[in-house]
Protein backbone atom coordinates (compact mmCIF):
# COMPACT_ATOMS: atom_id res chain seq x y z
CA UNK A 1 0.00 0.00 0.00
CA UNK A 2 1.63 3.35 -1.26
CA UNK A 3 -1.32 5.34 -0.76
CA UNK A 4 -0.55 6.69 -3.74
CA UNK A 5 -1.88 6.53 -7.63
CA UNK A 6 0.05 7.22 -10.71
CA UNK A 7 1.29 9.76 -12.07
CA UNK A 8 2.55 10.72 -8.86
CA UNK A 9 6.08 12.34 -8.72
CA UNK A 10 6.14 10.66 -5.42
CA UNK A 11 6.04 7.39 -7.08
CA UNK A 12 7.40 7.97 -10.04
CA UNK A 13 10.91 7.89 -8.78
CA UNK A 14 10.17 4.29 -7.31
CA UNK A 15 8.26 2.60 -10.54
CA UNK A 16 10.71 3.75 -13.30
CA UNK A 17 13.39 1.69 -12.14
CA UNK A 18 14.32 -0.56 -14.46
CA UNK A 19 14.97 -3.96 -12.82
CA UNK A 20 11.28 -3.30 -11.18
CA UNK A 21 8.24 -4.55 -12.65
CA UNK A 22 4.77 -2.88 -10.84
CA UNK A 23 2.74 -6.51 -11.78
CA UNK A 24 -0.94 -5.04 -11.23
CA UNK A 25 -0.06 -3.15 -14.41
CA UNK A 26 1.70 -5.51 -16.21
CA UNK A 27 0.16 -8.53 -15.89
CA UNK A 28 -3.84 -7.44 -15.44
CA UNK A 29 -6.11 -5.73 -17.82
CA UNK A 30 -6.78 -2.13 -17.47
CA UNK A 31 -9.89 -2.54 -16.00
CA UNK A 32 -8.70 -4.78 -13.37
CA UNK A 33 -5.96 -2.89 -11.97
CA UNK A 34 -7.79 -0.81 -9.23
CA UNK A 35 -7.08 -1.97 -5.67
CA UNK A 36 -8.70 1.24 -3.68
CA UNK A 37 -12.47 2.52 -3.86
CA UNK A 38 -12.91 6.12 -3.33
CA UNK A 39 -16.51 6.51 -1.70
CA UNK A 40 -16.61 10.60 -2.03
CA UNK A 41 -16.06 9.96 -5.65
CA UNK A 42 -17.44 6.60 -6.20
CA UNK A 43 -13.66 6.11 -8.36
CA UNK A 44 -11.08 3.50 -8.32
CA UNK A 45 -6.95 3.67 -8.27
CA UNK A 46 -4.29 1.38 -8.18
CA UNK A 47 -3.08 2.67 -4.42
CA UNK A 48 -1.77 -0.91 -3.90
CA UNK A 49 1.21 -2.55 -5.47
CA UNK A 50 3.35 -5.67 -5.79
CA UNK A 51 6.65 -4.91 -7.05
CA UNK A 52 8.91 -7.65 -8.15
CA UNK A 53 12.51 -7.38 -9.25
CA UNK A 54 12.62 -8.10 -13.23
CA UNK A 55 14.25 -10.91 -12.45
CA UNK A 56 12.01 -12.44 -10.57
CA UNK A 57 9.03 -11.47 -12.24
CA UNK A 58 11.18 -13.33 -15.48
CA UNK A 59 11.42 -16.40 -13.34
CA UNK A 60 7.55 -16.55 -12.95
CA UNK A 61 5.70 -15.57 -16.37
CA UNK A 62 2.30 -17.00 -15.15
CA UNK A 63 2.14 -15.93 -11.78
CA UNK A 64 -0.94 -13.30 -11.87
CA UNK A 65 -2.11 -11.22 -8.94
CA UNK A 66 -4.85 -11.47 -7.15
CA UNK A 67 -6.87 -8.59 -6.11
CA UNK A 68 -9.68 -9.38 -3.59
CA UNK A 69 -12.43 -7.12 -3.61
CA UNK A 70 -14.46 -9.11 -1.79
CA UNK A 71 -14.58 -6.59 1.29
CA UNK A 72 -15.67 -3.12 -0.11
CA UNK A 73 -18.87 -1.46 0.87
CA UNK A 74 -22.16 -2.61 -1.09
CA UNK A 75 -21.30 1.32 -2.38
CA UNK A 76 -18.67 0.01 -4.70
CA UNK A 77 -20.57 -0.35 -7.66
CA UNK A 78 -17.19 -1.02 -9.52
CA UNK A 79 -16.93 -4.34 -8.22
CA UNK A 80 -20.29 -6.69 -8.84
CA UNK A 81 -19.26 -9.94 -7.44
CA UNK A 82 -20.06 -11.59 -3.92
CA UNK A 83 -18.90 -9.55 -0.33
CA UNK A 84 -18.33 -11.12 2.69
CA UNK A 85 -20.47 -11.93 5.47
CA UNK A 86 -21.02 -9.34 6.83
CA UNK A 87 -20.23 -6.16 4.64
CA UNK A 88 -22.90 -3.62 4.45
CA UNK A 89 -24.02 -0.73 1.86
CA UNK A 90 -21.37 1.62 3.36
CA UNK A 91 -20.28 0.39 6.75
CA UNK A 92 -19.55 -2.37 7.68
CA UNK A 93 -16.98 -3.09 5.27
CA UNK A 94 -13.30 -4.97 5.80
CA UNK A 95 -11.83 -1.89 3.68
CA UNK A 96 -11.98 0.58 0.89
CA UNK A 97 -8.55 -0.91 -0.27
CA UNK A 98 -7.96 -3.89 -1.96
CA UNK A 99 -5.75 -6.82 -0.69
CA UNK A 100 -3.35 -7.63 -3.84
CA UNK A 101 -1.34 -11.34 -3.86
CA UNK A 102 0.53 -13.21 -6.06
CA UNK A 103 2.42 -16.78 -5.86
CA UNK A 104 6.27 -16.81 -7.19
CA UNK A 105 8.63 -19.40 -7.04
CA UNK A 106 12.22 -18.41 -5.68
Do not use: M
Not at 15 to 21: A, D, G, M, T, V
Not at 43 to 53: E, F, K, R, T
Amino acid sequence: DLNDYLPSPGLHPLLSQPWIENVVKTRLPAQQQWTHWYDKENSVAQLDYILLSKRIAKKNPAAVPLIVRKGLPENAAAYTGSRFQGVGKLRPAASDHCPVAIKIAL
